[in-house]
């Protein structure tokens, strides 16, 4: 029976959305929420002259009612026979104040921003008063109409500005967090990257430990303290360790100075500071210490150090030499510390290696 093999499929990354694609979708959304905006706003100036004139139309409708109103009361309370008395004059004289009315409504209608039926003015005669009482009632329910619409279509316009506001309230919120991410972030990878390089520039890439610059620094801040004291130097170099890399490579010798490091920083005490100074050199700084007898018992760990390194590795090869140097008894100058370290353990190398001395005492200003 054949096996069938079913192809494997890594799967698909995980799409996740980048700040950079969120706040651009935002600015796009924000300049088309501005753009609509803007339209409303347009609309709800131009409904607001709307509701202007209508309320002007309808004043006027008012007025012309009042007029129509008196002209009626006259024609009743004359009779139609009568002499052209008082009474008949102040009917004429109604009749025409009403005429001037409806032909001032008519054009003010005509006046209208947006095209608006006519009212249409009868003739002169007895019968025209009921005929623009018609005309009257409906051009006043027009424009009523027509307000109730104006005022519908604002609170939509304004409910909808409302809205498009809110949304680009989140929208610009939205926007603002994605930038806060993105700064966050790179804020992050450049303190990072900083953190990377400073401690690059001031450790050995091999053994990890303190490098020359910031040894000397060190001994830099301790000397210019407020409150200098009592601080040493031990210079240490491994005996051998060339046969090492000639012999067995130097992938051997890289191995034993990262164990021997390892081994100098956990021997020495915390606020003690063990660096490489280049290739099989290493410099310890001591502060704080008690006599010559406590710097010996410290020597002895560091070449105990490498002596255990070395037989952990089944050398037989490496040893040490240390030279110390203690400020300000044995050296007046603390820039002069580690010359002097270095100096003591030339000597312990010429009286047969594997041992430590001390540094002979100097003269300030000598």
Request: hydrophobic share 45%.
């Amino acid at each position: 029976m054949e096996e069938t093999i079913t192809p494997y499929h890594p799967p698909r990354p995980r799409w996740r959305p980048q700040p950079i694609a969120v706040g651009m979708a935002a600015l796009v959304c924000l300049v088309f929420g501005l753009v609509f905006i803007a339209i409303q706003v347009k609309a709800l100036y131009s409904d607001h002259f709307q509701q202007q004139y209508a309320a002007l139309v309808l004043e006027a409708v008012e007025r012309a009612k009042n007029a129509r109103n008196a002209a009626s009361l006259l024609k009743l309370t004359t009779p139609a026979n009568a002499a052209p008395a008082a009474d008949q004059s102040d009917y004429q004289q109604a009749l025409s104040e009403l005429h001037a009315r409806v032909a001032a409504l008519d054009a003010l209608i005509a006046s209208s921003p947006i095209p608006a039926p006519r009212l249409w003015q009868p003739l002169d005669t007895a019968n025209s008063i009921d005929d623009m009482n018609r005309a009257l009632a409906a051009t006043e329910d027009y424009w009523r109409a027509r307000r109730d619409d104006i005022s519908a279509d604002v609170r939509t316009r304004t409910l909808r500005v409302a809205s498009v506001l809110a949304v680009l309230m989140v929208v610009v919120g939205g926007a603002l967090l994605a930038a806060l991410v993105v700064f966050a972030r790179r804020h992050r990878h450049l303190a990072g990257l900083t953190h990377r390089f400073r401690h690059a520039a001031q450790h050995d890439a091999m053994t990890g430990l303190p490098n020359r610059q910031q040894f000397l620094a060190r001994l830099e801040q301790l000397a210019a303290g407020r409150t200098p004291g009592k601080c040493a130097v031990l210079f240490i170099d491994l005996d051998g360790f060339k046969q090492v890399n000639d012999t067995l490579g130097h992938g051997v010798g890289d191995a034993f100075l990262i164990a021997v490091a390892q081994r100098f920083r956990q021997s020495l005490r915390p606020g003690d500071l063990v660096a490489r100074i280049g290739g099989d050199e290493f410099a310890a700084l001591v502060s704080g210490f008690g006599g010559d007898s406590e710097l010996a018992g410290i020597a002895t760990r560091l070449m105990n150090c490498v002596g255990d390194t070395d037989t952990q590795m089944g050398l037989a090869l490496v040893r040490a030499s240390v030279g110390i140097a203690t400020f300000p008894d044995r050296v007046a100058d603390h820039r002069l510390l580690v010359a002097a370290a270095d100096s003591a353990m030339y000597e312990v190398k010429r009286s047969g290696k594997n041992g430590y001395a001390f540094a002979t005492r100097s003269i300030p200003g000598a």
